[in-house]
């Protein structure tokens, strides 16, 4: 369980639009539900966060950009004066580190609760999520979604780009558009969640057009340069079954191609994949790849950074880790140094609770890292 040493192309800086990166190393979305009851985030957020200023971007949790899109309890929001500043608190902390930091939109469609809301989900298509839900009070049967008309639909794009605007108001440098892991852009894009027959639905074509839409009103409000997309090709987290995965992505990477976005992140990329081949040869911008990292049951003792080499290697601009990052406040020192990494704790802390699990994780150079990290480096690590 030890890592040597290494000289890595993840720890060369990298032009990120406006943003100088000192490193290639990205702490991917994770969501850990730590907002108050009213999405504002709360101060440990800020320390979570000024705690991982090292990578080279910070990538910010599933934010919700109105009402409706909230999926559970004690997500952040962005859609109120209120989130505004309980945000600003937080990239203020990170920029005092040295950091910088996206933020993830994410609507969450049919992945939602009234419990968790106060309101009806909605979604392409009357299609309930099939599977039970976490709620306060625990794991809930999904609704069924409201089908959303052609006014929601505009105006859930118009509140994608207001949110955005937000979120540079609350000191983000850029955002993510979430249009993977079974949320509402991915719904609109899969078969088995979109039966619609107007113009968002049928031929891939249409069923790209809101991710697409929504990337362009995003892009539009704050500088394409501002905006990365997040994609999950074949992903079946939350009962998602696409139907033509082949088909929909070259689709909608041909639909926003042009606009000359910040990144396009690719979940369980693999350069091994025909698939990830083709988006990686078909996207003329930045590429950010988040291994694959699911052959092996736990977390790899390197945190993926063997996997995120090889990406590198094969065209990726980026690296984005998501549970080394939950686990290692420092991981661009401890993967740089060489040192073991802590492990992720048991899942239960993931999600919930407050500092246990969430800001307890130690920096090296605590005493009983020190002398680990003195012995498997030989003492070169100047930890
Ligand atoms: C606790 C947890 C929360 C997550 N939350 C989000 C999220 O808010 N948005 C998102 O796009 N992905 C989310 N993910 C997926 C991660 O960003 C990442 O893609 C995934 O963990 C795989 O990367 P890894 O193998 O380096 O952990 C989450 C994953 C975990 C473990």
Known sequence: MTNAPVNSGLFTPFRL?????????????LTRNRAGA?????PIMATH?????SA???????????AVGQTYANIPAIHRPEHVTGWRRVTDAVGAAGGRMFLQLQHGGRVGHPDNSGLVPVAPSPVA?????????????????????ADDIRSTVADFAQAARNAVAAGFAGVEVHAANGMLLHQFMAQNTNHRTDAYGGPVGN??????EVTRAVADAIGPERVGLRISPANTVNGIDEGDTHRIYPALLAAVGDLGLAYLHVLFADPDQPLYRRIRDDWSGVLM?????????????????SAGERLLDSGAGLISLGRAFIANPDLVERLRAGAPLNEVREQYWMYVGGETG???????GAAEDRGRVLAVTGGRSGA
Not at 49 to 53: D, F, G, L, S
Not at 289 to 305: E, V, Y
């Open 129 to 149: 999520l099939p599977e039970t839900i976490r709620t306060p009070a625990g794991r809930r049967p999904s609704v069924v979604p409201r089908e959303m008309t």
């Open 38 to 42: 009213d999405g504002v985030p709360e």
């Open 289 to 305: 790849a988040n291994p694959d990292l699911r052959r092996s049951p736990a977390l790899p003792a390197d945190g993926g950074r």
């Open 207 to 212: 069923r790209v057009r809101f991710a697409a």
């Open 17 to 29: 639009g406006p943003l100088h990166l000192p490193n290639r190393l990205v702490m991917a979305p």
């Open 49 to 53: 966060y000024a705690q991982r200023a």
């Open 358 to 364: 969430y800001n307890d994780y130690p920096v090296l």
């Open 56 to 66: 080279g971007l910070i990538i910010a949790e599933g934010t919700t950009p109105n």
